[in-house]
T-cell receptor
Framework: AQSVTQLDSHVSVSEGTPVLLRCNYS??????LFWYVQHPNKGLQLLLK??????LVKGINGFEAEFKKSETSFHLTKPSAHMSDAAEYFC???????????FGGGTRLMVKP | NAGVTQTPKFQVLKTGQSMTLQCAQD?????MSWYRQDPGMGLRLIHY???????DQGEVPNGYNVSRSTTEDFPLRLLSAAPSQTSVYFC???????????????FGNGTRLTVT
């Protein structure tokens, strides 16, 4: 069994300040972990993925995430928020071949000017 | 490039009606899947397919049927619509399962379904 908990449903930051979106997971097997972003009225786009290589993963648009097995966490960070980062972000876990993905409930990121 | 195409974009049904949500991809992806998105619950997997002629149930399959007669198409059928099926539906595809071959999911833009 696998599950994902996104610890904040809403996060608000000012433009130019750091972003932290928190994600904890559970998985019976070695997991693969992903972050996806969804802009309004759009489908989801992959930001980054972890599949048992380097524990610090860099993605698109300056985002990165660190896999911490001891804490079962995969938090998403960005040093400096842009207005265009305002969107909903989903943490996702899967295992094995990756046919069954489990999504977290999502975190809506708001960026204030 | 078209990617993943879903039709229709919007649909309103009455309780008990049936309909098919269409999904097509032009990337020769083996893996295709259907999700529903409800507020605060993220996306939940309905059904998926790892190739033509092969389908399997996801987390919330009840009330939905799928088939995969071709690599390109993966329609989702609602047999008898219920208000609980009001949701936004996303189709997604990838080369293989998400953990293999660095193959991210490609999503369509969604179908917003309302059942009254």
């Amino acid at each position: 069994a696998q599950s994902v908990t996104q610890l904040d449903s809403h996060v608000s930051v000012s433009e130019g300040t750091p972003v932290l979106l928190r994600c904890n997971y559970s998985s019976s097997y070695s997991p693969s972990l992903f972050w996806y972003v969804q802009h309004p009225n759009k489908g989801l786009q992959l930001l980054l993925k972890y599949t048992s290589a380097a524990t610090l993963v860099k993605g698109i648009n300056g985002f990165e995430a660190e896999f911490k097995k001891s804490e079962t966490s995969f938090h998403l960070t960005k040093p400096s928020a842009h207005m265009s980062d305002a969107a909903e972000y989903f943490c996702v876990v899967t295992s094995g071949a990756g046919n069954m993905l489990t999504f977290g409930g999502g975190t809506r990121l708001m960026v204030k000017p | 490039n078209a990617g993943v195409t879903q039709t229709p974009k919007f649909q309103v049904l009455k309780t008990g009606q049936s309909m098919t949500l269409q999904c097509a991809q032009d990337m020769n992806h083996e893996y295709m899947s259907w999700y529903r998105q409800d507020p605060g619950m993220g996306l939940r997997l309905i059904h998926y397919s790892v190739g033509a002629g092969i389908t399997d149930q996801g987390e919330v399959p009840n009330g939905y049927n799928v088939s995969r007669s071709t690599t390109e198409d993966f329609p989702l059928r609602l047999l008898s619509a219920a208000p609980s099926q009001t949701s936004v539906y996303f189709c997604a595809s990838s080369y293989r399962g998400a953990s293999r071959y660095n193959s991210p999911l490609h999503f369509g833009n969604g179908t917003r379904l309302t059942v009254t």
